[in-house]
C-alpha cells in the first residue's frame, strides 16, 4: 500500500504560478507511473501530467507549455509546476499511482490516490 498526500493548493491570481507536491508514504522507486488528475465543479475528472519511472511526460493539451511534472525518487515525491494559471484551470487537483502500466484517460486500473488539493485561479 502506498499513501499520497498532496500540498501546495491554493488561491491564486490569474497569471500566477504554483507548485504542487504529492509525497508517497514508501519509496516509489517501483512505481511506473505517477500524476496528476483534476477535477472542476461539474466536470469529469480530467488527467493532467504524468511521468513514468524512465522519466517520460505527457500533459493534456490544454496545460502543455504552462505546466511541468517532475518526480524526485530520492524524496518519494512528485511534483507539478504549475506556471500561467488561467480561470479554467481552478479544480482539485489529485495525485495518482499506478505500479505496472500508465495512468489513463479514463483512470482505469489506477491503483493509489490522494485525498486532493484546491487550486482556485482568479480572473
Known amino acids: 500500500q502506498v499513501q499520497l498526500v498532496e500540498s501546495g493548493g491554493g488561491l491564486v491570481q490569474a497569471g500566477g504560478s504554483l507548485r504542487l507536491s504529492c509525497a508517497a508514504s514508501r519509496s516509489i522507486v517501483s512505481i511506473n507511473a505517477m500524476g496528476w488528475y483534476r477535477q472542476a465543479p461539474g466536470k469529469q475528472r480530467e488527467l493532467v501530467a504524468t511521468?513514468?519511472?524512465?522519466?517520460?511526460?505527457n500533459y493534456v493539451g490544454s496545460v502543455k507549455g504552462r505546466f511541468t511534472i517532475s518526480r524526485d525518487n530520492a524524496k518519494n515525491t512528485v511534483y507539478l509546476q504549475m506556471n500561467s494559471l488561467k480561470p479554467e484551470d481552478t479544480a482539485v487537483y489529485y495525485c495518482a499511482a499506478r505500479s505496472r502500466g500508465v495512468l489513463l484517460v479514463t483512470s482505469y486500473g489506477t491503483d493509489y490516490w490522494g485525498k486532493g488539493t484546491l487550486v482556485t485561479v482568479s480572473s
Open positions: 511521468i513514468t519511472s524512465g522519466g517520460s511526460t
